[in-house]
């Protein structure tokens, strides 16, 4: 039994051509499985790292799955500037090319239908970051107010909080609107994790979108920020992206093995 297995990257048509000197995770040469039409892009990764018993200790080390994902994302985004790719996620791994044969064979029409879609297209993520002044928290100033002034404040604090919401959802769908004007196709996401992402103000909207022409949606952004920077609203456009919002194959679906 091989000591090693496969990790893969995406999936792409037989006639593309990835980059010969391509290095990805654990150090290992990317190189093709090809089989039904379609080429899986895969590298050798260690048992002893990446076997299924060693590989759910790894995941729970934050800065291992970190080095890991980034090396992963560098292959993904060397392919997309070579071919149309169908991403896969992170921690797709085959005990061999049967194995990575199979899929391929297995996924053929569902593959292939993306990468269709894909081709000529790009996904792009746009997040709205509103910075607004909350009201003050009641604090030691309530015990100096009589009981119903104190009800009376915290009334109107919880009614300003709620329309500061309610505005701030209005806003997030107007931009998602215009932005669907000139994209593919869309696709709305949860919101970031302030600490994770370390992003400041409230994210109001975190958003995908498969686009045809990036320079059109450049100026849609553009047009938006002037338009909204008034209300307190930065909206950050970031890309391009490995398509994963747009793909449904079951393939780029697989779980850790």
Same mark, same amino acid.
């Given at each position: 039994?091989?000591?090693?297995?496969?990790w893969?990257?995406?999936?792409?048509?037989?006639?593309?051509? !990835?980059p010969?000197?391509?290095?990805?995770v654990?150090g290992?040469?990317?190189? !093709?499985?090809?089989?039904?039409?379609l080429?899986?892009?895969v590298?050798s990764?260690?048992?002893?790292?990446?076997?299924?018993?060693?590989?759910?200790?790894?995941?729970?080390?934050? !800065?291992?799955?970190?080095r890991v994902?980034?090396e992963?994302e560098?292959?993904?985004?060397?392919?997309?500037?070579?071919a149309t *790719? *169908?991403?896969? +996620?992170?921690?797709?791994?085959?005990e061999?090319?049967?194995?990575?044969?199979?899929?391929?064979?297995?996924e053929?029409?569902?593959?292939a239908?993306?990468?269709?879609?894909?081709e000529?297209?790009q996904?792009?993520g746009?997040?709205v970051?509103?910075?607004r002044?909350?009201?003050? !928290?009641?604090?030691?100033?309530?015990?100096d107010?009589?009981g119903?002034?104190?009800?009376?404040?915290?009334?109107?604090q919880l009614a300003?909080?709620?329309?500061a919401?309610?505005?701030?959802?209005q806003?997030?769908?107007?931009?998602?609107?215009?932005? +669907?004007?000139?994209?593919?196709?869309?696709?709305?996401?949860?919101?970031?994790?302030?600490?994770?992402?370390r992003?400041?103000?409230?994210?109001?909207?975190?958003?995908?979108?498969l686009?045809?022409?990036?320079?059109?949606l450049?100026?849609?952004?553009?047009?938006?920020?002037?338009?909204?920077a008034?209300?307190?609203?930065?909206i950050d456009?970031?890309?391009?992206?490995?398509?994963?919002n747009?793909?449904t194959?079951?393939?780029?679906e697989?779980?850790?093995?």
């Amino acid at each position: 039994m091989s000591d090693e297995l496969l990790w893969a990257y995406g999936v792409v048509a037989a006639g593309a051509a !990835p980059p010969a000197d391509l290095v990805g995770v654990a150090g290992g040469v990317v190189a !093709p499985v090809a089989t039904a039409g379609l080429q899986a892009l895969v590298s050798s990764v260690p048992q002893a790292q990446f076997a299924a018993e060693p590989l759910r200790g790894h995941l729970n080390d934050l !800065p291992w799955l970190e080095r890991v994902a980034r090396e992963h994302e560098a292959v993904l985004e060397r392919l997309l500037a070579e071919a149309t *790719v *169908v991403p896969l +996620r992170l921690c797709t791994i085959f005990e061999d090319t049967g194995g990575v044969e199979l899929m391929l064979e297995r996924e053929h029409d569902a593959l292939a239908e993306a990468l269709g879609r894909l081709e000529g297209r790009q996904e792009w993520g746009v997040k709205v970051l509103l910075d607004r002044d909350r009201p003050a !928290p009641a604090g030691e100033a309530a015990h100096d107010e009589g009981g119903l002034a104190y009800l009376a404040r915290r009334r109107s604090q919880l009614a300003a909080r709620e329309e500061a919401r309610g505005l701030a959802g209005q806003l997030a769908d107007q931009v998602d609107g215009a932005l +669907r004007v000139v994209a593919i196709d869309a696709v709305r996401l949860p919101a970031q994790n302030r600490e994770l992402s370390r992003h400041e103000g409230d994210m109001v909207l975190n958003a995908a979108y498969l686009i045809g022409d990036p320079a059109e949606l450049g100026a849609c952004v553009d047009a938006l920020q002037e338009r909204y920077a008034a209300q307190g609203a930065r909206i950050d456009l970031t890309g391009p992206w490995p398509p994963y919002n747009f793909v449904t194959s079951a393939a780029a679906e697989q779980q850790p093995a």
